[in-house]
């Protein structure tokens, strides 16, 4: 395929030595694609446009499903039957091989506008003067259209084309698909087995074979459409060919076609051979060819009844082609396709089918061609050029760009006459020639099935790799983070443990054994773990007995301490020498505590067997407790739960132990050291002999869980007579209340112990009293025996009846002189409350507040009680709804709370899913003229659609983290349509579409890269001419070119492997742990973004598009960034640094000039004494008519922690120097929306209750100013483990108490930390609450006037009575701020409320 280069070469060189001085460009360059030829049809004639078809479509269901066996016959069987015969036959006109193969040039580029394919344009050599380049390419075409027309073509058909007309703008150029099947058929049939080479001295050249063989031309098939044959290397051997082909005679024109195109014509992708004749019948099959009669027909040909008709001299000659044609056809002429039927018509010239067919489409592309040469009206050539043109031949261009002598040519070089130069030696056949290679099937993949597959296991395993290093780092930071924990206890802890000796502790057979440290103190040992944790107290008390028993083999170095009515303790040492010296130690304890001991040796084994374990303990003890609860409850033997197969044994042996002190605490929950245990225990363990026996549990635990009020009150009361003289003492009583308080960590001093005391005996009537009888005592409880009646002693492991739990359970408490102001409310509210009282519907617990008879008697009075009031069922009427109709309301509450997010999200995702679909319809449907689609269709189009979505995500994510202009955004009309506080989930939700989206992108590829690796070269070259050259080799590039070796595919790699280490870092879990980690990969984004620029930026597939999305929100938050960075470079000074309980770190420092912000807001800052630069976002919890702002820290990872360390108090010196801080912010969010709501609930859990410290000194500063404010209540809800946790926000509440004057502010403490409530030290701490707050007016625990609760805040209840509160408002808004587990149950109460067609409640909730 030599020819067609040579000719484009010789087209262009040829013409230029007439170029030297042309004029400019004064003429309408013509396009390479065939577009805008015609100015009213922009596609007639374009590459890629659609078939004219000359004849009606024939299919088989008259749409697109082509005819196929057994109504038409097999094309391979056709093409044997009719089309084989011998070679070796020359032209009937003397028709030469030069002829032949400029014709298939001819033609194919034709046919190459319907295919895609490479325009004949592509092998133009550039030129660097573009006028130069223009003069050579119009006259190029001008030769090339005059020879193709006026020479080639009257050569073909054996006759004269009609005279130009002139341009016919109606007349459509296009290419019809019978052309398209028809125009190479004729010249296939004489096409010979080989080709000549001679040199201008009519010399023939003998051609060495690849196998080593000489002969006397090329054979076609070995060398046909390569580029590689060793004797086509230099410029003369194309010479030579083309001067062979001049003197060769073609083969005849008829229907037989030679092997080298029947049986090894160059094969489809992969296969090497073909049968060129069985492809084009399918080819014509597809295309919907009419048959040969119809198409005679419809061309206006004399209609054919018979077959001896189709061709009467091929009939007289070789009747039997004809007839085994018809056999085929079931002897049905109508089934007759055109293409055998045009062959078979043949005889010397085409048949009257193919000259109608060919010469209506070269006449069509004449005459709509508005660039034709012979157009004198597109000022392309003038009438004396284009008379130079019409005379310019072939023979001349031949002459004038070869060597050859004129008279070695002859003047027609499409036919060679009697008298013509060079006569060819003789008429080639297959003899003589070599064998044509045989058929086989290319595996370009062959080999790299493995490595592909690798390097797409290796690409999956980015997030692996990326999830082991995070897991790394939040190991190691969390482990320098408990380092940091551990120094202080550690270093006291030491020092009081010196002299501890070292061993591993046995825990049984199947269990491992564990380092530990055996201690020695006065009356005891102690086993510690290596962190030094106490694991285990062995009291040392007479009269135990304790046997030592040693092991005699294996080194002797097993020591067995066998305490009765525990479980053992087996130690494993390393040398016999430390069992012995640690044995001395035990044996001078024991003798110390007077306590007797036995001492022998036994076999390790039998040792091991010997021992209880802690597993055989515990198994001993559930026994024990099931049995205990099996006989107090009266539960059935059978859920008592299952028992040994000895259960009598078993059963004998547990009702039988004794709880030591420490199993009794362990029980409760406690410590056994707590004074409640101490007073429990004492009154339990009835023999003194400091175990409990299963009958002394007994009969204390029947009382708290069977017994009457005043039993209970009377075991309390023997509990705290530490004396036994039947009366308790005021210091009794305070032991007694602190026993109570100490579980709930909090540290009353010995005068608020005692106020309270005085104020419960004064509120009785016993303030001249110093000791208290039982009576006495239980009349200080009278308001309380509803508590006392379903107080319990909780033990782990056994459930409260759920019957009690529903009874009893408590909703928020609001004082009636909150709800109820003004007399003409509280007349409403009484007449509320008497109605909820009577309504059935509502359960209270039974009240029997009824004192003891002795009592009534003694006093002489009825007892009142106080009880707060309940407020949580409606007191408006309500609709009973059905569950659909709940559902419903609940949609609609949804869409309310949540339409500005829908439709923010369903805009973007209306955009992503057009820009998808705008690429994918693209390459399904409108790609076809760039070929890539029928290369690769399904990963193209994924890996395009994507890419287009991913651009305009990760273009657009960025306007997420403006915080700057969200903070100023939020504060205008947009606001309202925009939900600016959902930012950071928007951020998060365009993060997970987008990896979903690589992940498919990448899947795309993948397949691409597989298609594209089996491909061959050929293709890839017209698909990626810029990066391939067809150099005949046929072979693809690999798959790892294209993922390491190429731009996209490199950048494509190291773009999944920043996504993977960014998202992975990003996660919630790991960002707790290490966000330093967070904070450094994802500064990655840097990175990435100029990995996704330079990944489009090859314009591999198509032109960049990136930069369409990327540029207007790269250049707003590049904006955003100098404002940020504006602020950082400015260091603020710390004024204040105090250190505060439960590792809180308050810093107060200097307000930057003009520095603006709003209570709820948040900033971010840096400490470089820290080592690092990285931000950490900090609410503000200062007001903003304060001078300074402030900041509560907890240290809750290495960098506040270290942050607490570098803030410590000086020592030493009265001048303190703090660390400068770097500022960025403010930054708005949900929680600076409370004044629009005309009320608002706060609730704050943990270190999430800095917002609301800012948002209640704001209120109460606005309200002393008379500053009109929207709100006109806020509820804060304070959830805390212990009161004690944040000490600090108490004095900021305290502050508010006394700065309200309006009482604007309702404030609800919820302490969690506690047992559950219905246990008996919970209830007595809800009773001293109650009366505390009765009496003073403040809590016990905070010294707040605000309500205190025990246990976990009930939202749902606490809003249901906030609709009774405030009956006219219609919108409540609520915003939380805490652990995610709260967060979720105040967004799960908000929807249950919500249900209701009532009050509307608005949760907002705080992201950073």
């Known amino acids: 395929m030599g020819f067609p280069l040579t000719l484009a070469w010789i087209l262009l060189v040829g013409t230029l030595a007439s170029l030297g001085a042309q004029n400019s460009i004064s003429w309408e360059v013509q396009r390479f694609d065939g577009w805008y030829n015609n100015p009213m049809e922009h596609r007639w004639g374009s590459k890629g446009s659609r078939l004219q078809r000359l004849v009606p479509a ?45 014709g298939y040039h001819v033609l194919s580029d034709l046919v190459s506008v319907e295919t895609p394919g490479c325009p004949a344009e592509f092998l133009n050599i550039y030129i660097g003067d573009e006028e130069l380049f223009q003069h050579a390419r119009k006259r190029v075409i001008a030769t090339y259209q005059n020879i193709a027309m006026y020479e080639w073509l009257p050569s073909f058909l054996k006759q004269t084309p009609p005279e130009y007309p002139g341009y016919h703008p109606f007349l459509d150029p296009s290419i019809s698909p019978e052309f398209v099947v028809a125009s190479e058929q004729f010249l296939s049939t004489m096409v010979p087995p080989g080709v000549y080479m001679r040199n201008a001295s009519c010399h023939f050249q003998e051609v060495a074979n690849h196998t080593s063989s000489v002969s006397g031309a090329l054979r076609v098939c070995n060398s046909y459409w390569s580029r590689e044959h060793p004797k086509l290397q230099r410029a003369q051997d194309v010479d030579a060919l083309l001067l062979g082909m001049a003197s060769q005679i073609a083969e005849r024109e008829d229907h037989v076609m030679v092997e080298d195109v029947q049986d090894f014509w160059p094969g489809p992708l992969k296969f090497s051979r073909t049968d060129y004749l069985a492809s084009c019948l399918q080819r014509g099959r597809d295309l919907g060819l009419p048959s040969y009669t119809k198409a005679r027909e419809a061309l206006g040909l004399s209609p054919i009844s018979h077959w001896q008709d189709i061709n009467p001299a091929l009939w007289r000659s070789n009747s039997t082609v004809l007839e085994a044609t018809a056999f085929l056809y079931s002897w049905d002429l109508s089934r007759l396709e055109l293409l055998p039927g045009g062959l078979l018509e043949s005889h010397g010239d085409p048949g009257p089918l193919f000259s109608t067919i060919v010469l209506d489409q070269f006449v069509r592309l004449r005459d709509g061609d508005r660039y034709w040469f012979e157009n004198s009206r597109n000022g392309l050539f003038s009438k004396e050029e284009i008379a130079e043109i019409r005379n310019t031949s072939l023979r001349d261009i031949l002459v004038a760009v070869t060597n050859v002598d004129p008279s070695a040519l002859q003047p027609s070089v499409f036919f060679w006459l009697a008298g013509d130069p060079c006569p060819q030696p003789s008429q080639l ?16 993949f062959e080999g790299s099935g493995f490595g592909f597959g690798l390097t797409i296991g290796t690409l999956c395993c980015f997030p692996l790799v990326s999830l082991l290093s995070a897991w790394i780092v939040a190991r190691l930071r969390m482990r320098n983070f408990k380092r940091l924990q551990r120094q202080d206890r550690q270093s006291i802890m030491s020092e009081k443990l010196v002299g501890g000796v070292e061993a591993l502790e046995w825990q049984g057979r199947k269990e491992p054994c564990r380092p530990v440290l055996v201690h020695l103190q006065p ?17 040392l008390r007479p009269p135990q007995q304790v046997n030592l028993i040693l092991s005699s083999n294996r080194g002797r170095r097993t020591l067995l301490l066998k305490i009765p009515k525990e479980y053992d303790l087996v130690l494993l040492f390393n040398t016999e020498e430390e069992r012995q010296a640690l044995v001395e130690n035990i044996r001078g304890a024991l003798k110390e505590n007077g306590l007797s001991f036995q001492e022998w040796e036994l076999r390790e084994q039998e040792l091991t067997r010997a021992a209880v374990t802690r597993q055989q303990r515990g198994h001993l003890l559930e026994t024990f ?53 101490e007073s429990m225990f004492s009154l339990a363990d009835k023999d003194g002999n400091g175990y409990l026996s299963f009958r002394e549990f007994l009969d204390i635990l029947v009382v708290f869980m069977k017994g009457s009020p005043e039993e209970k009150s009377r075991l309390m009361f023997r509990m705290y007579d530490f004396d036994g003289n039947g009366l308790i003492s005021k210091d009794e009583f305070i032991r007694m209340l602190r026993s109570f308080i100490e579980i709930s960590n909090n540290c009353l001093s010995k005068a608020q112990l005692a106020e309270v005391v005085e104020s419960m005996f004064r509120e ?82 039974p009240m029997d507040t009824d004192p003891p008879q002795e009592i009534r008697r003694r006093f002489g009075k009825k007892v009142t009680s106080f009880q707060p009031l309940l407020f949580t069922e409606a007191h408006r009427k309500k609709f009973q709804r059905s569950r659909r109709h709940q559902t419903v309301q609940q949609f609609k509450r949804f869409i309310e709370n949540y339409r500005r997010h829908i439709g923010c999200v369903a805009v973007f995702y209306t955009i992503t899913g057009a820009l998808f679909l705008e690429r994918a319809y693209y390459y399904a449907f409108a790609a076809h003229h760039s070929g890539i689609t029928d290369t690769t269709r399904v990963g193209i189009i994924l890996s395009r659609g994507t890419a287009a979505s991913i651009s305009f995500m990760f273009s657009y994510i960025l306007l997420t983290m403006c915080r700057n202009l969200i903070t100023f955004l939020r504060e205008t009309f947009l606001n309202r349509y925009i939900p600016f506080d959902a930012a950071v989930d928007f951020h998060r939700l365009i993060a997970s579409t987008a990896i979903i989206l690589t992940v498919l992108h990448s899947a795309g590829h993948v397949v ?40 996209p595919g490199l950048t494509g790699v190291l773009l999944l492997l920043a996504l993977a280490i960014m998202y992975v870092f990003a996660s919630h879990h790991f960002r707790r742990r290490s966000f330093r980690g967070f904070w450094l990969t994802h500064h990655l984004y840097i990175f990435l973004y100029i990995l996704l620029i330079i990944h489009g930026s090859f314009a591999l597939i198509q032109m960049p598009r990136f930069h369409i999305f990327f540029l207007v929100p790269a250049i707003i938050y590049v904006g955003d960034k100098l404002v940020s960075l504006s602020r950082k470079k400015v260091e603020i000074s710390v004024v204040k640094a105090e250190l505060l309980p439960s590792g809180v770190t308050h810093l107060r420092f200097q307000r930057p000039q003009g520095f603006e912000y709003k209570s709820g807001q948040w900033v971010r800052i840096a400490c470089l004494a820290l080592g690092t630069t990285e931000y950490h976002p900090f609410t503000l919890t200062s007001a903003p ?74 209120l109460v500063f606005k309200s002393s100013v008379s500053c009109q404010v929207f709100c006109k209540k806020i509820y804060f809800i304070w959830v805390t483990r212990t009161q004690r946790q944040f000490e600090w926000l108490a004095d900021i509440i305290r502050e508010v108490e006394e700065s309200d004057r309006q009482d604007l502010v309702s404030v609800h403490i919820y302490i969690t930390q506690l047992a559950e409530k219905f246990d008996l030290r919970t209830t007595m701490l809800y009773i001293c609450e109650r009366h505390f707050q009765k009496v003073l007016n403040r809590s016990l625990f905070t010294g707040l006037r605000s309500v205190t609760h025990f246990g976990r805040p009930p939202f749902e209840p606490f809003f249901n009575s906030l609709q009774e509160v405030h009956p006219q408002v219609r919108k409540i808004g609520v915003f939380s701020c805490g652990p995610p587990g709260m967060t979720k149950n105040v967004e799960k109460a908000c929807q249950l409320i919500n249900r209701q067609d009532r009050t509307h409640f608005s949760h907002h909730y705080e992201n950073f």
């Not at 056949?429 to 044509?436: A, F, H, I, R, V």
């Not at 009356?523 to 009291?539: E, M, P, S």
């Not at 379903?790 to 009893?808: R, S």
């Open 523 to 539: 009356g005891q040992i102690r086993v510690l773990d290596g962190r030094l944790t106490v694991l285990r107290t062995i009291q």
């Open 429 to 444: 056949s297959t003899k003589g020639l070599p064998d044509c290679a045989p058929l086989f099937i290319r595996d370009y």
């Open 58 to 102: 024939s299919y088989a269901d008259g749409v697109y499903q082509p005819l196929k066996e057994p109504y038409l016959p097999n094309p391979r069987q056709l093409s044997n039957r009719v089309m084989r015969g011998p070679s070796g036959q020359p032209s009937l006109r003397n028709r030469t091989v030069l002829g032949v193969f400029f």
């Open 625 to 677: 407790f099931r049995h205990l609860f099996s006989q107090v409850l009266d539960i059935n033997q059978a859920d008592a739960g299952s028992l040994p197969l000895d259960s009598s044994t078993k059963v004998r042996e547990a009702l039988t132990c004794e709880l030591s002190r420490a199993e009794f605490a362990d029980s409760l929950g406690l410590k056994p050291q707590d004074m409640f245990v």
């Open 1008 to 1047: 691409n890269v597989y298609l594209f690796s089996i491909s061959p070269l050929s293709v890839l070259a017209c698909l990626f001419p810029g990066l391939f050259h067809d150099d005949g080799s046929e072979f693809p590039q690999k798959y790892y070119w294209w993922f390491f070796q190429t731009v």
């Open 1185 to 1258: 008519h304060e001078d300074t702002l402030s900041l509560h820290i907890r240290a809750a990872g290495p960098w506040t922690t270290r942050l607490r360390e570098i803030y410590s108090p000086p020592t030493g010196d009265t001048c303190a120097r703090y660390p400068k801080l770097y500022l960025d912010g403010p930054f708005g969010e949900g929680h600076q929306e409370w004044h629009k709501f005309e009320v608002s609930v706060l609730v704050g859990g943990g270190i999430g209750v800095t917002p609301f410290a800012s948002i209640l000194k704001d």
């Open 764 to 845: 009785s009537g016993f303030q001249d009293k110093e000791e208290l009888t039982w009576e006495d005592f239980h009349f200080m409880l009278r308001d309380h025996d509803s508590d006392l009646r379903f107080t319990q002693l909780c033990v782990k492991g056994v459930e409260v009846p759920e019957v009690i739990k529903n009874l009893c359970r408590r909703a928020s408490y609001i004082s009636q002189e909150k709800i109820c102001p003004s007399p003409r409310v509280s007349i409403h509210c009484a007449r509320n409350i008497m109605k909820t009282a009577s309504s059935p519907q509502r359960m209270q617990c």
